[in-house]
């Protein structure tokens, strides 16, 4: 699962917060400034010299901005150099609220708001045209719109009158050749939002005849990310909340098809000693050689609560510099190496060579709950075999 990693200031220490942002129903509530204030206190610096007050205000700011959502829902916050460059919603809260500032991002926090996270086009069509929306938003939760739009075609006869039997047919195929173009217009800015934005979900709702026509217009990579899903339309009415229902089971679906590919892609190459490792050992070791595609972390690895944070690794200025011990590291060339969390120190070195995390239940029963898929892998990577063994919590 790609890892978006926002932009920050060089050099600066980086605060990583991810909360249950869970409310009262009074605008009002204060609830989740105190669970800040409370989580503000424990903060300490992991390898870096202190906590910039600068962000602690910015997160604080940010969290005391309504955000409308109701029920149960976290957040992911990440601030550097005095401003909020992160904030995203997840749709359940975490199992701890959590805090750090380090170096880098917290990544496991980053894999969460990912793994949450589906880019999807909602398409709202009639026989007339269509209304478009580009969402980047959890699973669950509206988001906010990235690009909206309408398109309406430019014929106009679009229904069919009850004459007798000659103007009837004449006026059945005026009708039809007006919703044909106007779907054929409907699918040609459906193919260009795609090509430009790429989003992971085309959701197609509304007219059903209407739905059936742009469908036969689109080429087969649109087609292919297209959902049908019921309730939408155009016109006035249409039930908001049962549509909702709709665009998160069809986000939900998304979400679980993501982890299970890349489950199963990992399964594969393991059965075949192939492009994957498993086991804390051989992952440390494919990180320091740059090898690793996606790194794959049971829910209680990835955390919060990760039971890897009470354990430590060293680490050296450079990206894939890190290690069991100084000493591995001294023997690497490495001076002045330090002593952090072993959580942010696997999650660096994955952001520094650009990998992606993904979550998985399937790994709570790999060595150590944690495994890769490779980009390359030589006589010289570890092997080791998926699911085949129970999760070892007493090591990294």
């Not at 992991?46 to 005391?64: I, K, N």
């Not at 990235?146 to 007798?164: I, M, R, S, W, Y």
Request: hydrophobic fraction near 45%.
């Amino acid at each position: 699962m790609h890892i978006a990693v926002p932009d920050l200031p060089a050099e600066a220490p980086v605060l990583t917060v991810i909360i249950d942002a869970t409310s009262g129903p009074d605008s009002r509530d204060a609830t989740v400034l105190h669970r800040w204030s409370d989580l503000r206190r424990t903060l300490s610096p992991e390898g870096v010299d202190d906590v910039p007050a600068a962000d602690c205000e910015a997160v604080t700011e940010a969290l005391g901005v309504p955000v409308h959502v109701r029920g149960e829902f976290g957040r992911v916050l990440v601030a550097a150099g005095g401003q909020v460059v992160l904030d995203r919603l997840l749709p359940e809260p975490p199992g701890v609220d959590r805090a750090v500032v380090s170096d880098r991002p917290h990544a496991f926090a980053l894999a969460r708001a990912a793994d949450a996270t589906v880019r999807y086009l909602l398409v709202n069509v009639d026989r007339a045209g269509a209304d478009f929306a580009l969402y980047d938003a959890p699973a669950g939760l509206t988001g906010e719109v990235e690009t909206a739009g309408t398109v309406e075609g430019a014929h106009d006869a679009l229904t069919k009158p009850n004459l007798g039997p000659l103007g009837h047919k004449r006026i059945d195929n005026r009708a039809e050749d007006s919703w044909e173009r106007n779907a054929e217009a409907v699918a040609t800015e459906l193919e260009r939002i795609y090509t430009e934005r790429r989003p992971e979900l085309v959701l197609l709702t509304g007219d059903l005849r209407a739905v059936a026509l742009v469908r036969e217009q689109l080429g087969r990579p649109t087609d292919e990310k297209v959902v049908e899903i019921s309730g939408g339309g155009r016109a006035a009415g249409v039930n908001t909340r049962a549509l909702q229902e709709q665009v998160a089971a069809a986000q939900t679906q998304l979400r679980e098809r993501r982890r299970a590919e890349t489950v199963a892609k990992f399964r594969q190459e393991m059965g075949r000693d192939g492009a994957a490792v498993s086991g804390a050992d051989a992952v440390l070791d494919v990180l320091r050689k740059g090898q690793v595609a996606d790194l794959l972390l049971a829910p209680d690895v990835a955390g919060p609560p990760s039971r890897l944070a009470k354990r430590s690794l060293w680490i050296g200025p450079g990206a894939l510099e890190l290690a069991r011990s100084a000493e591995d590291l001294h023997s690497l060339g490495v001076q002045d190496p330090w002593e952090v969390r072993a959580d942010l120190a696997i999650g660096r070195a994955v952001l520094d060579q650009g990998a992606g995390i993904t979550i998985a239940e399937e790994l709570d029963a790999v060595s150590d709950g944690v495994g890769a898929l490779l980009r390359w892998h030589d006589s010289a990577t570890p092997g080791g075999h998926a699911l085949a063994g129970s999760a070892d919590s007493g090591r990294v």
